[in-house]
């Protein structure tokens, strides 16, 4: 316990933990007027079946001459209606603290989630090829949630009602000892053990969520994902079974979690009214009067009613939390890597330029992966001239793309300088230069949004400038089809993914994204392999209006592709093997010669 409050403390913002101590307080306060509706009953009690006891307690009777009654009969009235306005402030009391309490779980789930999403966002590229998105995600959802409503809340709820069950049974205890202690040490024990008996279960049951929460966020994410082809090769059944596979025995996990958490109320319900019950039998036979120990049985069974609930509440808060252990470890292991980096920061709002007028250079890169002995790209050095249309070719994992992702700065090579006009390229300088860049990939991401969001991606609606817009599609050769073909023109949704464009527009969409900020540099990673040879050449004949005022890096497969590029590096298992013009590459290089199919 002491080390999930550690843990609690430490995921929280310091204004969080700071309304943690006023909630306490709040709990303290609500649990002292809870007790003062619950003390009130045996008086009155008493009252009723004895009027004449006004005269003989010392405080009825101070209230009876200080307020000058002149019956018994008003001052039972008045004391009736006094309680009922002490139920009513107790409860109104109760129910400020649950809000209070409410507001503070969900404000700190919005935290847990907003931190996680941070700390996700800054870190490098090369952190996102190791993790699973749909695991990332989970986190921030499924894990955030659970953390929340399986461990905060339940912590609140175990420092609220266990201050009131504390302050019930020391009241018990003051009017009678002997019952008190009896009625204490049978509940108590019996949810003591069976605790500890099923605590294990528990803890092991909240690992197997986790394990298989990450599976079914995976086998959801992959079939949506890949739709197309889930459909066209009929493996709608397998995915089916393993996405429902991995949600049984994922609900199946969350089904024992709350069936131990709820199962001892039963017993123990049993125990404790059957308790009250012999309580009554074992008073009449010693008292001989009902009149006598009516005070003292509405008593206890008033604070029974108050009591049940709230030890129940204790028991099920501490199962939650023990069933949401490994949620909480994995929650505070990712955020704590975070605090313990934060080496990353937001760069959104730096607009900043860095001079590009004469080239790019990469001198000596090795690049390898964390966890990788081989090198991916090794000493490679060139030259890219601004204005120049530059081509990479390569077989499949000649280390290409990673060689233009260096250049884009999401891969920080492990030794060698990447320089812009002689500059080095830092982490200081980095946005600088990355707003010299736009990029087209393979495959275009549209959001479900209008052409004109698409285009100006990322910027808010009301900075979104539409001539730029307009000037960036009318370069890449799509202008004529949105204000022509398309019903809304700029305000048409594409839909999902841009499942209601081709494949040749969705490409040419990403260039005019590319193009919006009026990047200097232009990078096309494999952005028209996928394309039939109809659709390329739309696709080309954007790319040509470009060449010779942008500087263009184009990665590909085609060799027809890069035909116009001044220069073309032909690469080889990380290496650099030849460079030139297409015809000198033909001349000169026998594979490239053989690859060209020359």
Not at 47 to 58: G, M, Q, R, T, Y
Not at 219 to 245: M, P, T, W
Not at 326 to 347: G, K, T, W
Not at 557 to 580: F, L, P, Q
């Amino acid at each position: 316990m002491r080390e999930t409050v550690r843990k609690i403390l430490r995921l929280n913002t310091p204004e969080d933990n700071r309304k943690l101590v006023l909630l306490v307080f709040i709990n303290i306060g609500s649990s002292i007027v809870g007790l003062a509706g619950i003390a009130s009953v045996m008086p009155f009690v008493a009252l009723v079946s004895h009027p004449d006891s006004i005269f003989k307690k010392w405080y009825l009777s101070t209230v009876y001459y200080y307020l000058d009654f002149q019956s018994t009969h008003d001052f039972i009235i008045f004391m009736g209606i006094a309680l009922f306005l002490v139920f009513v402030i107790s409860n109104l009391v109760l129910a400020f603290s649950m809000w209070y309490n409410i507001g503070f779980t969900r404000q700190v789930s919005y935290n847990l989630s907003r931190s996680l999403l941070s700390y996700y966002l800054t870190q490098k590229y090369e952190f996102f090829l190791r993790r699973n998105s749909s695991d990332l995600v989970k986190n921030i959802f499924s894990e955030v949630g659970q953390v929340t409503n399986h461990i905060i809340k339940p912590w609140i709820e175990l420092i609220a009602k266990g201050l009131l069950s504390v302050c019930i049974v020391i009241f018990l205890i003051i009017v009678s000892p002997g019952a008190a202690f009896l009625a204490v040490l049978l509940m108590g024990g019996l949810y003591a053990i069976i605790y500890l008996f099923i605590r294990r279960r528990v803890t092991k049951a909240g690992v197997k969520r986790v394990r298989t929460n990450k599976n079914r966020f995976s086998a959801a994410n992959e079939v949506f994902g890949g739709i197309k082809d889930v459909k066209l090769l009929g493996k709608e059944q397998i995915y089916n079974d393993r996405f429902s596979k991995a949600a049984y025995k994922y609900e199946s996990t969350l089904a024992t979690v709350q069936v131990l958490s709820h199962l001892p109320r039963y017993f123990l319900e049993i125990v404790a009214f059957g308790g009250i019950i012999l309580l009554v039998l074992a008073l009449f036979i010693i008292s001989g009067n009902i009149e006598n120990i009516l005070p003292l049985i509405a008593l206890y069974t008033f604070a029974g009613y108050r009591l049940m609930p709230s030890l129940e509440a204790v028991f099920k808060s501490l199962t939650s939390m023990r069933g949401s252990d490994a949620s909480l470890d994995l929650l505070y292991r990712e955020i704590e890597e975070y605090r313990i980096q934060d080496n990353s920061s937001f760069s959104h709002n730096d607009n900043s330029r860095i001079s590009f007028n004469d080239k790019v250079e990469l001198n000596n890169i090795v690049f390898y992966y964390k966890g990788l002995d081989k090198a991916i790209i090794n000493n490679v050095s060139l030259d890219i001239k601004a204005n120049t249309t530059i081509g990479f070719v390569g077989h499949t994992g000649c280390g290409k793309t990673t060689t233009v992702d260096i250049i884009l700065g999401l891969l920080k090579a492990r030794s060698g300088d990447l320089l812009v006009d002689g500059i080095a390229i830092t982490e200081d300088n980095l946005r600088g230069w990355q707003n010299q860049l736009g990029y087209v990939p393979q495959q275009i991401y549209l959001a479900d949004d209008t052409i004109t969001s698409n285009i100006a991606f990322g910027v808010p609606e009301k900075d979104i400038d539409i001539d730029a817009v307009k000037q960036a599609a009318d370069i890449a050769n799509i202008k004529t089809f949105i204000e022509e073909e398309l019903p809304e023109k700029y305000n048409t949704v594409v839909g999902e993914r841009g499942v209601r464009l081709s494949g040749g527009q969705k490409q040419r969409i990403g260039i005019a994204r590319a193009l919006y900020h009026d990047p200097s540099v232009l990078v096309f990673d494999e952005a028209t392999s996928a394309l039939d040879n109809i659709t390329e050449a739309a696709v080309m004949e954007a790319i040509d209006n470009i060449m010779g005022t942008k500087t263009i890096i184009m990665i590909a497969h085609r060799i027809s592709t890069v035909r116009k590029c001044d220069v073309i590096y032909y690469m080889d298992k990380g290496n650099i093997v030849a460079h030139g013009t297409y015809e000198e590459l033909v001349n000169t290089c026998e594979e490239f010669r053989r690859v060209a199919g020359e």
